[in-house]
């Protein structure tokens, strides 16, 4: 084969991996990339509507702080994103892929429900609070560990394993609705203890959604000190980085995936009980609504940190809310909301690659230049 055929193989550039970025430079791109969203999502508004791109953006912004309802709708939405988001942070950050934060949220749901329901009129409140904490956590780490018992013990498919549970985990739910349909035949359980509101978390300060915001503000402290300054912490990132090096240093493995499993099930239980307690008073099988998935993106992109976690949970909740508003507003179909939160998303998604990677040309065909 002659030199020049090799020449001619050789690629323009390739892709090489960065080194640990400043944190005001890996910022800056993001802005960037958001500013660069907004600019194309304008373009693609003027073709499609017709719109002025600036009254979009301010409708948005009004769909989601619009009112003092409004932000606190979006604080709680946030709030609950956020603690699914970090159930499954020290799942991911230990390469268990956990798919079934979904099911696990169902399931600590399922849990708070049926102690209201069944021990509303029975229990005093503060005991009745105790049980239904008590219940939730242990459903949501129950649900977490039986795929982790299963990895652990003979390396089965976490990702399809967890997946599968959430489908369980929505029959259930399914089933239990039927037991306690109320007014029966109506396929739902309406508002569970109405009257009593035996159950329901109490307002803080006059407000609904006060409590829940505090008790994932919690959580959210707890989780940061936890993977950073704790022992556990430390044990689940070198068993993400190599299970060989875990054993070699002497760490049981075995333990280190349960327990990662048990703690993410945990605070799915917690997030299913804020839902049921402090939300909706009523539990579907649509109560989780697709967060279990969204929390993944919002793991991944906030580089498994609890702290940036609550910024990207708040663009997430803010585009969706702020997409609804659009479509309302405008009378315009769902779709083209959608088309917009998608391609912010897209530029969000897409700038980690630049700070991860780089693109380095070859010396070669500079030369010959």
């Not at 239904?132 to 956590?137: E, Q, R, T």
């Not at 967060?291 to 997430?316: D, E, R, Y």
């Amino acid at each position: 084969m002659s030199k020049s055929t090799i020449k001619a193989k050789e690629p323009l550039f390739h892709i090489a991996k960065r080194d640990a970025m400043p944190l005001w430079k890996s910022w800056l791109i993001r802005l960037v990339a958001i500013v660069a969203a907004l600019v194309v999502c304008g373009i693609v508004v003027v073709l499609l509507t017709d719109l002025n791109p600036l009254e979009v953006y301010q409708t948005m912004f009004k769909g989601a702080f619009g009112s003092k309802r409004k932000i606190w709708a979006t604080a709680q939405n946030t709030a609950i994103l956020l603690c699914i988001s970090l159930a499954v942070t020290p799942a991911f950050k230990m390469r268990f892929w956990n798919i079934g934060a979904e099911g696990q949220v169902l399931i600590g749901c399922l849990a708070t429900a049926a102690c209201m329901i069944l021990l509303g009129d029975k229990l005093p409140t503060p005991l009745l609070f105790l049980v239904m904490i008590a219940a939730s956590i242990a459903a949501g780490a129950v649900w977490a560990m039986i795929p982790a018992f299963f990895k652990a013990n003979w390396n089965t498919n976490e990702t399809l394993f967890t997946l599968m549970m959430n489908y369980v985990a929505i029959q259930l739910v399914s089933y239990f609705i039927t037991i306690w349909e109320n007014p029966k035949g109506s396929a739902s359980i309406g508002i569970i203890n109405m009257n009593s509101q035996a159950g329901w978390f109490p307002y803080l300060f006059n407000q609904k959604y006060l409590l829940n915001i505090l008790i994932v503000a919690v959580i959210t402290i707890g989780l940061y000190i936890y993977l950073k300054y704790n022992k556990h912490g430390y044990e689940i990132s070198v068993v993400g980085e190599s299970e060989n090096t875990a054993r070699y240093v002497g760490m049981n493995v075995k333990k280190v995936i349960i327990r990662t499993m048990a703690l993410s099930g945990a605070i799915c239980g917690i997030a299913g009980l804020l839902l049921v307690a402090g939300t909706d008073h009523t539990m579907t099988t649509d109560t989780a609504g697709g967060q279990g998935f969204t929390a993944i993106m919002v793991s991944w992109l906030a580089k498994f940190n609890p702290l940036t976690m609550i910024l990207v949970s708040l663009l997430i909740v803010f585009l969706d809310q702020g997409a609804g508003a659009i479509a309302t507003a405008f009378r315009l179909n769902k779709s083209i909301s959608d088309i917009l939160t998608g391609i912010i998303l897209f530029f969000i998604i897409g700038c980690e690659f630049f700070i991860n990677y780089q693109i380095l040309f070859n010396k070669k065909h500079k030369e010959e230049k």
